[in-house]
């Protein structure tokens, strides 16, 4: 399902800083045959959190590469963030042919054969595409209004060579409707309590990706971009978490329920004061190694950059 990252309708406009997108002997390589990379899609309204972001993997975890999707508007902007490690991906590598961005920077994109697609709904789109650039055997999706703050070790997600996948034995409305929407898309039959596998760090096998989209356009008889692209409302992350958990099997996609959190989340959280950024910081649990401050709430990056320089410093 992977190529070696160039496409027959558009070149990367946006240099690598080397030769090509796969190496003989990558520096993300946990074995032989496993590699790990970062997946984040972004746009210009986040630039700034993207790029503490990408200054936080550069120190955390200085070895991997970590690509960073974005729409052409806006790779100009984000083109000074490209080094070895940081790939920036003209997000028209990853969509389907027929798929067009709207005229301007509107975050829309149409085609004949699905409804108007917002920024959010293709955003899902570019991280389940991704074996279309990369040969990596693990993506790690992380959001661009996370920051890393402790040494990012890949060994820690995995247990005798499973990967962890976030459950959590949470639900409400819409993950009980995105777990509905996954089972008819997979052709499987839905959990009568579905647990989350929404985050903001969240790791896959690219194997299982692949298995997971061809499974759609199987059950749909449809591409599953164009499948997908029909729904009004899905979760990406609760299609593979519903694949594995009710239909590919744990086991049998290398991983395992890991309920621990990767990412110490600013939900419920105040944060408008120094006192309320230390408290914030102060409190990051063992198993986190990095902290989102949710670009919604509004908090320039500016005002909790130094905290999480701090933190990952001493680490």
Known sequence: MSHNGSSQRWPVPIPCGRESLHHS???????????????TPSFSRDLERCRLLVESRRACAPGIDHYLVIDKPDLSLFAELADRHTIIVDSRELLDREL???WGNNGWWFGHRV??????????LYKLSMPRVSDASVFVNIDSDCVFV????????????????PEVDYRNDEICEWSLEAAALTGVTPPTRPNNYVGNMIPWRAKVVGALTDRIAATTGLPWQIALGRRRTF???MLYGIWVRCGAGFLESGHFADPRPLVHT?????LASDDDFER????????ALAVMVHSKDGIEPTHYAR??????SKS
């Not at 402790?150 to 996948?165: Q, V």
Request: proline share 8%.
């Open 235 to 237: 979760s990406e992350y």
């Open 266 to 270: 600013n939900w419920d959280r105040t």
């Open 150 to 165: 402790r040494p990012f070790e890949p060994g820690r997600l995995f247990n005798d060579g499973m990967l962890g996948l």
């Open 115 to 124: 409804l108007p697609l917002r920024g959010w709904i293709t955003q899902q």
């Open 307 to 312: 905290f999480a320089r701090d933190r990952w």
């Open 280 to 287: 914030f910081f102060s409190q990051l649990p063992d198993e």
């Open 100 to 102: 067009h961005k709207a």
């Open 25 to 39: 002997k990558p520096d993300n390589a946990l074995t032989d045959d496993t590699t790990l990379c970062f997946v």
